[in-house]
């Protein structure tokens, strides 16, 4: 239960822990996450933690970009014991392009007598924004199509499952597709409205983020009016 251990009257159990007197660490890194938009300066955010039985102050913190050059910075302050603390370094890290980052933060304390827990290694994944999808069918604005319609589109690049909304125009866009996370590039849906024109869209997403395409309508057939031509009467005889 984390007390620190009695040296006197130790606890029969195994709930008890002895604190070094100097050990602090980079126990999380906070930002940056995976994502699609990650820029040329994002901000490095760690939790820093006080492992040991003493304030620990005169401490350094750093992080290597792939294997590259250190950011190094002192922060001047004093950290209690059992404490931890927040900390954003001034100097952001590029992650402009898309791919995978080996990002190491760690602290820098002389006297520290455990370096085992100082750093924390995490890969940060840049992925691309997916594309809009493209050839997208039914053609935008035809008419007289069927009550029963198939949907298709070409493969969006960057995207891997597709979510497909579809509205009466004139009525305000919905907000829960009618199909999601299609792992397919076409939808068969029935049930429209005769006479009724609908707008719809495909949004292509991937793990981390999404791009909508362009809105596009189609209007369905209206039924044929019943003509009576010809009445024909028997009388029984």
């Not at 002192?74 to 100097?91: H, I, K, V, W």
């Not at 319609?149 to 004139?170: I, K, M, Q």
Request: aromatic content about 10%; hydrophobic content about 40%; some cysteine.
């Amino acid at each position: 239960d984390g007390q620190a251990r009695d040296a006197a009257h130790p606890d029969i159990g195994a709930d008890e822990i002895s604190f070094l007197a100097d050990d602090i660490g980079v126990s999380a890194l906070i930002s940056p996450l995976n994502g699609c938009t990650l820029g040329v300066s994002e901000s490095v955010q760690i939790r820093i933690q006080n492992y040991s039985s003493a304030p620990v102050s005169g401490f350094g913190v750093a992080y290597t970009l792939n294997g590259g050059t250190p950011v190094v910075e002192y922060p001047s302050l004093t950290l209690p014991p059992g404490n931890s603390m927040e900390y954003s370094f001034a100097a952001g890290a590029n992650l402009a392009l898309p791919g995978d980052y080996s990002l190491a933060v760690y602290t820098i304390h002389v006297p520290d007598s455990n370096f085992v827990n100082d750093t924390t290694l995490v890969t940060i994944h840049h992925a691309q924004l997916p594309a809009s999808v493209t050839n997208m069918t039914p053609d935008n604005g035809v008419n007289g199509l069927p009550d029963i319609v198939t949907f298709s589109w070409l493969p969006a690049v960057g995207a891997n499952v597709y979510d497909l909304y579809l509205w009466p125009a004139g009525d305000p866009a919905p907000t829960t597709p009618i199909a999601s996370n299609l792992n397919q590039i076409n939808y068969l849906y029935g049930s429209l409205i005769y006479g009724t024109t609908y707008n719809w869209q495909v949004v292509a997403k991937n793990y981390y983020c999404q791009t909508p395409g362009p809105v596009q309508s189609f209007t369905v057939q209206t039924l044929p009016e019943l003509v009576i031509s010809n009445i024909t009467a028997m009388i029984g005889e």
